[in-house]
């Protein structure tokens, strides 16, 4: 308990350390930092990332590089160094990359909803169904074509686990990518859509980016509410022993600012045509 106790304390030492150092370091630097946000390409194609960061670079005088891949991605870009903090939605990998030694630590940012989207002919006929693991046997049963990003990202570990809670072994299905049901993509989000769309096909996707190119897409929404579909973000600044050059000062800054008061209700007031689309629930200590 001590151990655990001294931890807690050393990381919050870190915090406001590098906290002060960021806002010196700020205030008396000429030219504005290049920092490296890996992050899930749902932020990205929701158009979430446009709408905030500039508050972020305004009050930090930074650049920020947005990388948006999936979250296995992401988190492989932290390992190595090559990015400086990651905005992720795969809470179990998030947690690994921390416990690893790789991130400082993991603060909640906000939560959103996977939904399970098909043609409106729903030839599977899944439309309604209360659990998505029923409505994923149904597609399977009926061999309706379903996209999967197949990317590793924190969507496709939510795909997977869903097979696994229907009774299936996903590697038997990924194993099928080559048949005319199942396709793995290795695409983002808004491309895996676009190909679910042209293909008629069922796929699963965050509602943020479903709501920002929905108007582009023979597409609807199918199956949504369950629980196993909630889909939680966390943001974790690289550790920077490993690597020097991760700015890991600005990363901290980062974390700090995204989960404040201001970023968390700029989050939550964020809409795609009317719909609230994240919902903000950091779990960071003041």
């Known amino acids: 308990m001590k151990k655990i106790q001294m931890a807690a304390i050393a990381v919050a030492f ?16 000429k030219g504005p930092i290049h920092l490296k946000l890996a992050t899930t390409t749902s932020t990205q194609d ?70 399970i989207v098909g043609p409106a002919s729903d030839p599977a006929g899944i439309n309604g169904t209360a659990l998505a693991r029923t409505a994923f046997g149904m597609i399977y049963d009926s061999s309706a074509t379903f996209c999967s990003r197949g990317d590793q990202s924190g969507t496709h570990t939510a795909e997977q686990n869903i097979w696994k809670s229907a009774g299936y072994n996903y590697s038997g299905i990924s194993a099928q990518s080559n048949s005319t049901w199942y396709l793995s993509l290795g695409q983002g989000m808004a491309d895996t859509l676009r190909t679910a769309s042209e293909k008629r096909a069922y796929t699963l996707t965050d509602e943020a ?18 629980t196993t579909l909630f889909n939680q973000y966390g943001v974790i600044p690289v550790n920077g022993t490993a690597h020097p050059a991760v700015r890991q000062d600005m990363a901290i800054g980062f974390a700090n600012w995204v989960t404040s008061p201001e970023t968390q209700s700029m989050i939550n007031n964020y809409t795609i045509s009317g719909h609230h689309v994240f919902v903000s629930n950091t779990d960071r200590v003041p």
């Open 209 to 226: 980016t479903w709501y920002n190119i929905e108007s582009q897409l023979g597409l609807t929404i199918l199956v949504k509410g369950d």
């Open 14 to 29: 870190i915090v406001v350390v590098a906290a002060l150092w960021t806002w010196y370091f700020v205030q008396n630097r």
């Open 46 to 115: 929701s158009g979430l990332l446009d709408s905030i960061l500039s508050d972020f670079e305004s009050k930090y005088n930074a650049d920020v590089e947005v990388i948006a891949v999936g979250t296995g991605q992401a988190l492989e870009l932290g390992r190595n160094g090559d990015a400086d903090v990651l905005l992720a939605h795969s809470p179990s990998k998030e947690i690994d990359f921390v416990n690893q030694g790789y991130g400082l630590y993991r603060w909640k940012v906000m939560y959103n909803q996977f939904v």
